[in-house]
């Protein structure tokens, strides 16, 4: 069990990539921090440097109290499972789980005694004598997650552990990973480009932007005061409506804003409302369906009731706190 | 996959002709000769040849000569082979950290594969030459007194050298397109797992490598029990007092030189049978494909 600290973490790659610069965070003890951006933000490379696999260039890491920037992966207390699994092919399921105790001389009795712990916790206790090419991906990912537990670590580090999987099979993974953590109360920092994954996961979420932190808060938080344009397009789904001032100048406050934000969930019909829409398409989700159009040129999508009368225009309106001011120029969001 | 059909029943056949008569002529025919040859004995003047039964056989398994040949054959074909393959493995797991920025490092290890093995055993016959050569010069120094021609060991090493040598780039080649088949996540993994990187070759990456371990092994042994003719013939010519003296170049000594065409023969026979099983044991291997 451990804090993590970042310090003002940067990586740039011998090439010159500035793959992560300026990070800076507190990871209090048995926290669940998921690090979510799209492709390419430096998500892996952030995690890779406080797994100390990739060197740090810039900054420091803080594992407790300890400087890490220079110590050797096995000595950081730390379990990663990766995106591939990375299990030992030429192991059985028990010699994989128990290969990282061994190293550290672990005592046999030990060893078995942690293994069977972990089997049971996570349900592969039939599969131990198996090599990893005869279980399914599930199967693999639960060897790959008793691999990290069986190591008590200070840390676990997680790198888009549930992308090889099925969507269903994300779902109750997900489910499992967050109870299995509640449970162990094992500090985490997770990876993921999948938003719906960082907010059910997180205690609280980091939003990477091209190497930058956008924002650092409970999925709620973030959710309901996204810092910038970017996480407010990136967090939650249907993204957020982003509409020039411009095109919606009869909303409150619009006059002294550059972007108005509005959540398609927060759009009503009603009949006197300042906004008319011109719908283009319509998606229909069963429970509920998604109406795309415009209004002044800006694009619009709402979500209604999937009762709820459609015309080729709709006037619509939202409630005065429901609205998001942003910056047109920085992207940044106004008080 | 589409499956071409001849209306023509002769095309396939003629269309084939040009592989089954090399196979024929340069391989069938001659082996059937063998064969034929080993169950006969000539007269002295290679006149008259009479059907002796397996008393060719019999007579080499009984000769202390061929016996030897049996021994230096085992000695040298190991150690070419944990030789050229050791060598390989190192270099190649050099360059397998550094392989983004090492085209050109890659290129110069194959050269040697290009040199004939006649060319090859010449150099290194040069270059360990008692009078001429530098590195008995350099084995002086060091307080060796290196001479090939009368020491039995020193010619074994020679030979080993001059055939592993050449064998050291195709054994490069191969471990490493084996060694980037390996993810890179698997050392990572036991890295974070606690092994440091000896621990971590000698449990996950050699295991791993195993089918390209042993795909060399069988190729590095028949290349050292079959291709190295050259290299004898160019260095020691099988001396001194036999110790390098191969099975192959016995055949060739024995039947050319020696003029023993039964005894030849049986000796070729033998070989036959010895690539034969390797052949059997690779696929029987590569069938099974990987042992996890
Ligand atoms: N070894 C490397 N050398 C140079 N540049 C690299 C290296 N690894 C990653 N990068 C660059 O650093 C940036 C961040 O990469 P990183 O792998 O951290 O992204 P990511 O957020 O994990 O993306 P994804 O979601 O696709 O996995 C990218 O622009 C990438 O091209
Ligand atoms: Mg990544």
Known sequence: ?335 | MKRTIFSNQLLPWLLLAPQLAITFIFFLWPAGQAIKQSFLREDAFGINSSFVGLANFTALLDSPEYLNSLKVTAVFAISVTVVSMGVALLLAVAVDRMLKSSRTYTTLLVWPYAVAPAVAGILWWFIFNPTVGVMPYVLEVIGYDWNHISSKTDAMILVVIASAWKQISYNFLFFVAGLQAIPASMREAAAIDGAGPVRRFFDITFPLLSPTTFFLLVVNIVYSMFETFAVIDATTEGGPAQATNIMVYKVYFDGFIGQNLGSSAAQSVILMLIVISLTVIQFRWVEKKVEY
């Open chain 1, 1 to 335: 069990m451990a804090s993590i600290t970042l310090d003002n973490l940067g990586k740039v790659y011998p090439g010159g990539t500035r793959a992560v610069g300026d990070v800076n965070m507190q990871i209090a003890d048995g926290e669940f921090i998921v690090l979510v951006g799209p492709s390419g933000c430096g998500k892996s490379t952030l995690l890779r440097m406080v797994a100390g696999l990739e060197s740090i260039t810039e900054g420091e890491v803080r594992i407790g109290d300890r400087v890490v920037n220079t110590v050797e992966p096995a000595d950081r207390d730390i379990a990663m499972v990766f995106q591939n699994y990375a299990l030992y092919p030429h192991m059985s399921v028990r010699q994989n789980l128990a290969y990282g105790l061994k190293n550290r001389g672990t005592s046999k009795a030990e060893i078995t005694r942690r293994v069977d712990e972990a089997a049971e916790i996570l349900q592969i206790g039939q599969f131990l004598d198996r090599k990893p090419r005869a279980l399914s991906g599930g199967q693999r990912q639960r060897v790959a997650m008793g691999r990290a537990i069986v190591r008590e670590p200070a840390a676990f580090l997680f790198d888009e552990p549930l992308s090889n999987l099925d969507a269903k099979l994300r779902v109750a993974m997900r489910l499992e990973i967050k109870e299995l953590q509640r449970r162990l109360r094992t500090t985490s920092l997770y990876v993921t480009h999948d938003q719906l994954e960082a907010m059910t996961l997180a205690d609280r979420l980091v939003v990477l932007n091209g190497g930058q932190v956008e924002q650092i808060g409970t999925p709620l938080e973030v959710y309901r005061n996204p810092a910038s344009t970017f996480v407010a397009g990136f967090i939650g789904s249907p993204a957020m409506n982003l509409i020039p001032s411009r095109a919606v100048p009869h909303l409150p406050g619009s006059a002294h804003a550059g972007i108005i934000g509005i959540r398609p969930e927060d759009l009503a019909v009603d009949p006197d409302g300042p906004i008319e829409m011109q719908v283009r398409a319509v998606e229909e989700l069963g429970a509920q369906r998604l109406v795309h159009g415009h209004t002044n040129g800006a694009d619009l999508t709402i979500t209604l009731g999937s009762h709820a009368d459609l015309h080729d225009t709709l006037r619509l309106s939202a409630q005065p706190e429901a609205l998001h001011r942003f910056d047109e120029k920085t992207g940044k969001r106004l008080a």
